[in-house]
């Protein structure tokens, strides 16, 4: 028999993570993140359990009062043979009413971009961390690389002495 799981575990014990999109944070800044669900068919879903998916050049767009992802690759599910899917085809986003108003029309109106920064599974279900990005100028990403190596100088000083 199952052991039922805590109602006051964390969020993070439940989350199996497919897919992240590394590029997301060094050519963005990120304002703000926000979980939501991705409508999907079953070929879609038994490539992602495989892990075989790609965020690289994905975003999300409102049109008509829905959210939908574009340019997420997701491969064609091989045993699926004449029940597969269109490995680029558009996804709608699962986010509730007021989300969308003030999530994504204010990516609309302030010139900033809905980029999926995560893709994982969550009690089951395909979850998507969508978020609210605003793009880095040249001098932003030099000055990102030059914190981090002389971070990396820092901890390689430490682990010497040591």
Partial sequence: MAKKPKKNAPAAANDRPICQNRK???NYVV???????????????????????????SYARLKENE?????????????????????KRPRKLLLHRREVK????????KGLTLIPLKLYFKAGRAKVLLGLCK????????????????????????????
Avoid: T
């Fill in 135 to 162: 793009g880095k100028q040249l001098h932003d990403k030099r000055q990102a690389m030059k914190k981090a190596e002389a971070r990396r100088d820092i901890q390689r000083q430490i682990y010497r002495r040591r």
């Fill in 24 to 26: 997301a944070s060094h």
């Fill in 67 to 87: 959210v939908w992802l574009i340019g997420c690759d997701i491969p064609e599910y091989v045993q699926a043979n004449r029940f597969n899917h269109p490995p």
């Fill in 31 to 57: 304002l703000d993140s926000l979980e939501c669900g991705i409508v999907l068919v079953g070929s879609e879903v038994k490539s992602l359990r495989n892990g075989k998916v790609s965020l690289e050049e």
């Fill in 102 to 109: 003030r999530f994504a029309a204010l990516a609309a109106q």
